[in-house]
């Protein structure tokens, strides 16, 4: 089935004996046994399954063609699981332009458990020689926060698969309707379902989905039923609510992300506009490669300094000033100053996320502010 298609159908698991199109919301924490002690209903306790939750791991195994999908209260208690199921002092090889809240994590948390190299992806020579006795872990995230780096999944999965090492792929940015990292041999997809599969700015989760079951995604099953980072009954309702419209919503967020794009590379308020679907984004070619769209997700800088670029989050009126993204209204923010004192970020950088108004309303309102 197509996307469109397993978007709608494929959570619908629950039947209940009422009859309803729309599965209910199962708040029960506890499930009936049978006399032989077995659970019929196919669940035992909450926090290790519920029907709600199964549902929304089903879909979205189905929407990134891997074998099965761990729900999480979070995106960064998704990733956080994949770090803790690696064997203590393991070396990952990270992207240098990272989630933050990953990078935060490596540095603080697991720090005298995993062994970290941050390094330019693009450059597949780099990732070569960063490969030592314990690396056990290529972490990828394409396209990167913030700077929209596109990273080549197919040639770091060859890169991994020669030293055996697991690939797991960040691709928030791209959304499952986009960009499939599993059919490009990643092992395992890390979304935050808080952006555009949530997509409406209301719920927070985390998805992994692996590419086979096997050992280290038991470890990972483990973790999150053992650990207990789970989404709510009603927090798996609202995604998988959101997911039935998420093909449709991410064409919207792509027509516009383009044209705003589009728009803003030819500005004279402009020095640069980071979006994989311009043809001068350096890695345009790769992302033409792996990805069937480009999503809402842009950057620029701003010419000028940190002030320039802070006064035009302060004056546009229809783009919220907020973190985040992939909401259906369009968000804003001067990126440096979330990221804290110690960010690489550049202090003329502005991250857009491109929601769903009229594109007409986005750009008269960027125009304005631009002056
Ligand atoms: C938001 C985000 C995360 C973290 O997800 P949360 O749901 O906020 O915990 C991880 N990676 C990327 C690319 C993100 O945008």
């Known amino acids: 089935m197509k996307t469109e298609t397993i978007a709608i159908h494929a959570g619908n698991l629950t039947h209940s004996t009422t009859g309803d199109v729309t599965p209910p919301i199962s708040l029960s924490t506890t499930f009936f046994r049978d006399e032989n002690g077995g659970y019929p209903g196919g669940h035992m306790y909450s926090r290790v399954s519920n029907p709600n939750r199964s549902a929304l791991e089903k879909v979205m195994a189905d929407l990134e063609k891997g074998e099965e999908c761990c729900a999480f209260s979070s995106g960064n208690t998704a990733g956080m699981s994949v770090f803790q199921a690696l064997p203590p002092g393991s070396h990952i090889i990270a992207p240098d332009d990272m989630y933050w809240g990953f990078k ?5 948390i697991f720090t005298g458990i ?4 941050f390094v330019d992806q693009t450059q597949l020579q780099t990732i070569e020689n960063h490969i030592k006795s314990n690396t056990a872990m290529i972490w990828m995230e394409t396209p990167s926060n913030p700077l929209l780096k596109v990273t080549d999944i197919a040639a770091i999965a060859a890169i991994a698969k020669k030293n055996q090492l697991i690939l797991a792929c960040d691709s928030t940015f791209a959304s499952p309707c986009f960009q499939n990292p599993i059919l490009h041999g990643a092992d395992i997809v890390m979304h935050s379902s808080t952006k555009y599969i949530g997509g409406h ?3 927070l989760g985390g998805i992994l989905v692996t590419a086979v079951k096997n050992e280290f995604w038991d470890k990972i099953r483990n973790i999150q039923q053992i650990g207990g980072a789970v989404p709510s009954p009603f927090d798996c309702y609202l995604l998988l609510r959101s997911i039935k419209t998420l093909p449709y919503r991410m064409r919207g967020h ?4 383009m044209a705003l794009a589009q728009y803003l590379a030819d500005h004279p308020k402009i020095e640069a506009v980071f979006y994989p679907g311009l043809p ?3 890695q345009h070619e790769i992302a033409k490669k792996q990805m069937s769209a480009f999503g809402g997700m842009l950057s620029i800088l701003v010419k000028g300094d940190a002030g320039n670029a802070r006064r035009v989050v302060n004056t546009v009126k229809l783009f919220a000033q907020a973190t985040s993204l992939g909401g259906v209204e369009s968000l804003i923010e001067h990126r440096a100053s979330v990221e804290g004192p110690d960010t690489k970020t550049p202090q003329n950088l502005i991250r857009v996320s491109v929601g769903l108004e009229h594109i007409d309303d986005l750009i008269a309102d960027l125009s304005a502010a631009l002056g």
Not at 104 to 108: D, F, P, V
Not at 114 to 117: F, G, H, K, S, T
Not at 254 to 257: I, V, W, Y
Request: net charge negative.
């Open 254 to 257: 792509a027509e516009n992300g």
């Open 114 to 117: 995993l062994e970290i190299d």
């Open 104 to 108: 935060k994590q490596l540095l603080s």
């Open 201 to 203: 700015s209301d719920v």
């Open 280 to 282: 001068s984004h350096p």
